[in-house]
């Protein structure tokens, strides 16, 4: 090879690791568009104090996502039916260009006049307000049924398989006996005894009818006990009718997967 030529490449290659050590841009160059009183959200319902509500973010130059309590949608734009009367506060969370913000909004619903998807029903009964009381598919003591078992891990399709059939052969819950109440009154509100004589202990729930799961919070199913439970309060809705509900855990602290039916009071 000519001397010129090797002389040629190293100086690309000084050029290139030279330009390969600068900065490709300035971390710096981004700008807000505006700031967070500068961003309008917009919320319209169908009727005057109805369930059916449109949340916008109208102001341009804006990016981000609403969360509507009962679900997130990843657009400007959503429009959805919700379930609680009462005032509500929706939530958008975006960016400003530099820095990321949150800004929420309240909508006062007065009547549930547009429809709910039937899972809702099926979970607090058509009297929302009152609710629906649930308690387990069998027992209190062991009736060889199943109602609370060990299933194997991470396999909702395997829900009936019982590796150990718990409650029904010798080991029901402490709290076989109690129940649990879902309520709309106001509130996504979760009541809990632990059996008929036992206080009453109020928490919270989302329902998630898309990717059909129920979040307790700040409180614990019927069966909850470690380790079979699930301390996050998470759980795969295998079936839920006017009749019956089946709940899966996929995988609890004891390394296996576990299975709660119940039925209404």
Not at 83 to 89: E, L, Q, R, V, Y
Not at 103 to 119: A, C, H, M, R, Y
Not at 158 to 177: F, K, L, M, Y
Request: glycine share 10%; aromatic share 12%; net charge negative.
């Amino acid at each position: 090879m000519k001397l010129h030529n090797i002389k040629r490449i190293l100086g690309v290659g000084l050029i290139v690791l030279a330009t390969a050590c600068q900065p490709i841009e300035d971390p710096d160059y981004l700008e807000n568009s505006t700031d967070v009183d500068g961003v309008e959200l917009v919320a319209t319902q169908s009727t005057p104090g109805g369930n059916k509500i449109q949340l916008e973010m109208v102001s341009p130059g804006i990016t981000g996502y609403w969360d509507y309590n009962i679900g997130q949608a990843l657009t400007n734009r959503v429009e959805f039916v919700y379930p609680i009367p009462g005032t509500s506060t929706f939530t958008y969370v975006g960016t400003l260009g530099k820095e990321f913000f949150t800004k929420t909004i309240d909508v006062q619903i007065d009547v549930l006049d547009s429809p709910l998807e039937q899972d809702w029903y099926d979970l607090v009964s058509e009297n929302t307000s009152e609710g629906k009381t649930w308690v387990f598919a069998g027992g209190p003591s062991p009736d060889g049924q199943r109602w609370w078992y060990m299933s194997p891990p991470n396999d909702p399709s395997a829900w009936e398989s019982a590796w150990w059939n718990a409650a029904g052969d010798c080991c029901p819950p402490q709290d076989a006996a109690g129940k649990m109440k879902f309520d709309l009154d106001g509130a996504a509100n979760f009541t809990y005894w632990a059996n008929e004589s036992a206080s009453p202990q109020l928490a919270g729930f989302a329902l998630d009818t898309e990717n059909m799961t129920l979040q307790i919070n700040g409180g614990n199913i019927l069966g909850f006990e470690e380790p079979w439970g699930n301390p996050n309060g998470l759980y795969t809705i295998i079936e839920l009718t006017e009749e019956r509900m089946i709940l899966y855990n996929p995988s609890n602290s004891g390394g296996t997967g576990w299975t709660w039916i119940f039925k209404p009071e």
